[in-house]
């Protein structure tokens, strides 16, 4: 079971570090993507990191901002959020998948994912 945390309020220009954790699973053997879904609009794909080679990818909007890592040791994924801006508010959900590889030239598909954990919310105030 996957669990986003780190969420919170911040003011624009402002930074957060998302973490997602897994029980019972590791996460270095997923590809694991970060997601987002603002009030009235569609789950948009943030970020994603290969299992096979620690590829990353970005959406068009956070590229320059948003930098996704792991940690084997901790069994963690975070979301680096810098220069936040107010379009950044959403829920924010990673998801995780055994087979998948997130490929650069792709937009993520929620679909692609088979686990999902609780969200976490990111308030940007401007």
């Known amino acids: 079971q996957l669990q986003a945390s780190g969420g919170g309020l911040v003011q624009a220009g402002g930074s957060l570090r998302l973490s997602c954790a897994a029980s019972?699973?590791?996460?270095?053997?997923?590809?694991i993507g970060w997601f987002r879904q603002a009030p009235g609009k569609e789950r948009e794909g943030v970020s994603c990191?290969?299992?096979?080679?620690?590829?990353?990818t970005y959406a068009d909007s956070v590229k320059g901002r948003f930098t996704i890592t792991r940690d084997n040791v901790k069994n963690l994924v975070y979301l680096q959020m810098n220069s936040l801006k107010p379009e950044d508010t959403a829920v924010y959900y990673c998801?995780?998948?055994?087979?998948?590889?997130?490929?650069?030239?792709?937009?993520?598909?929620?679909?692609?994912?088979?686990?999902w954990g609780q969200g976490t919310q990111v308030t940007v105030s401007s």
């Open positions: 990191i290969n299992r096979s080679d620690g590829t990353t």
């Open positions: 998801a995780a998948d055994p087979d998948l590889y997130c490929d650069s030239d792709s937009q993520m598909n929620a679909r692609d994912f088979g686990s």
């Open positions: 019972g699973s590791t996460l270095g053997a997923h590809a």
